[in-house]
């Protein structure tokens, strides 16, 4: 029951630090606490899987923000390119969407899947499923492993259980606890990348609809409606609240805040009309076209659900014609398409999380090596750091290379 590495986790982070420990000729083990290995890929994308972005390893540091310099050798050693090319080498064709995320050919998951576990099964790595780690201390100059059926003995560990985002696919957020219980600090786990809960009725009866592009800025109206955070893309109207692209991406914010149900998001679902364009172009087509409902001035790029509940938000009958349109009218219209107000509640938790924010402190990991400094022999791959980024594939990417180097370290 002894081994070089034992890699704790068979996730994104998991699966590659095991393939590379084991190519390079050392006795493996990929421990998995579920029945089945990769289960988070399998679910990510809508089952279609995000692989990563159509970037360079800058864009990828970039997205991340300033942590984001912490991932400089991860990617030196497998970037977003060579990762595509990893897949395809297994048979998995890829496709560049419009937004620039990367997924399979066949929009199936399984295939991403499949490719990594190949690789693994060539490797000689062992893999067994269905054992979770129940202990992890350090004994000497090696670790003791205990799992509810044997006790193992590791010189090198990595802790790859990825954070406590959708904790039905197992990751409740174990690696936390032994790693603390190690020595390290926990920066509080959050949930990152969640669809935002709202009250507002007007946002519950518009479930279904998806505006492509739209910009929102997070408010705290406390401190004088100062912007926590914007951002943009696609927004999708959910029975709950808000979801979409944009809807999750602002979310680490509104989970980050210390009172989030006392936050306020403004909508501006025109992000490229300006305010006195827009009140110029209602104007021309209230002259143009009066005897039409004020409806049907409004700029096409917006559906007609929308429109009338904006209407309805600047107290509009949308049975008004065009020409009734006073200029006080016209000002409280461009309000409410340019600075939609949503009182919010906060995110739908770790269960709808797509990644976790906070972790393990990136000062107290080697960023050339993924070895903690606190702990030798112990490695920390993954979401299991303190390390998120925006939707995109961008996580998963850096689930991959941390992954790739931290087997390449031990």
Same mark, same amino acid.
């Given at each position: 029951?002894? *081994? ?5 986790? =068979? ?58 310099? %912490? ?28 937004? /620039? ?6 929009? $199936? ?7 990594? !576990? ?11 499923? /269905? ?46 606890? *032994? ?6 600090? !926990? ?9 935002? !809960?709202?009250?507002? $009725? *007007? ?48 979310? $680490? ?15 501006? %679902? ?16 209230? =002259? ?61 938790? %770790? ?16 960023? $050339? ?26 996580? %998963? ?14």
């Amino acid at each position: 029951m002894n *081994w070089d590495v034992v890699v704790i986790g =068979a996730g994104a982070a998991g699966l590659v630090a095991a393939e590379r420990a084991a190519t390079r000729g050392l006795s493996t083990l990929l421990l998995e606490k579920n029945r089945r290995p990769g289960v988070k890929i399998l679910m990510s994308g809508g089952t279609r899987c995000n692989l990563t972005h159509a970037t360079d390893e800058r864009g990828i540091v970039t997205a991340f923000g300033a942590p984001g310099r %912490f991932l400089h050798s991860a990617l030196a050693t497998l970037s977003p390119q060579e990762l595509v090319a990893l897949v395809e080498a297994e048979g998995v064709a890829t496709k560049v969407e419009e937004t /620039g995320k990367i997924f399979p050919v066949s929009n $199936r998951a399984t295939d991403i899947l499949a490719a990594f !576990l190949a690789r693994l099964e060539r490797s000689g790595c062992a893999l067994s499923l /269905g054992e979770p780690l129940v202990e992890l201390q350090r004994e000497g100059e090696a670790f003791r492993l205990v799992t509810p059926t044997r006790i193992l003995s590791a010189r090198r560990v990595v802790v790859t259980t990825g954070g406590q985002s959708y904790p039905k696919s197992g990751t409740t957020g174990d690696g936390y606890r *032994w790693s603390t219980e190690l020595g390290h600090c !926990l920066v509080p786990p959050r949930p990152a990348l969640a669809p935002i !809960l709202t009250a507002e $009725r *007007w946002v519950h009866e518009l479930r279904g609809v998806t505006i492509p592009d739209v910009v929102l800025r997070l408010v705290e109206p406390a401190d004088k409606s100062r912007v926590l955070d914007t951002r943009r893309g696609s927004l999708l109207f959910a029975h709950f609240g808000l979801s979409g692209p944009v809807a999750l991406d602002i979310s $680490r914010t509104v989970s980050g805040h210390a009172r989030p149900a006392s936050l306020r998001l403004d909508c501006d %679902f025109l992000p490229d009309v300006g305010t006195a364009a827009l009140e110029e172009h209602l104007r021309r087509q209230a =002259a143009a076209e009066g005897k039409k409902q004020i409806a049907s001035i409004v700029p096409a790029a917006l559906p007609r659900r929308l429109v009338d509940a904006l209407l309805c938000n600047a107290s509009l009958n949308p049975e008004k014609k065009a020409a009734e349109l006073s200029k006080q009218d016209s000002a409280a219209l461009v309000r409410a398409i340019k600075q939609a107000a949503v009182a919010i509640d906060g995110t739908r938790g %770790f269960g709808h999380a797509e990644v976790t924010a906070g972790g393990i402190p990136l000062a107290e990991v080697d960023s $050339r090596t993924l070895e903690s400094k606190l702990v030798p022999g112990l490695f920390l791959a993954g979401e299991v750091l303190d390390l998120d980024g925006p939707i995109g594939g961008y996580n %998963f990417q850096a689930a991959f290379s941390t992954g790739w180097l931290a087997g390449l370290s031990v």
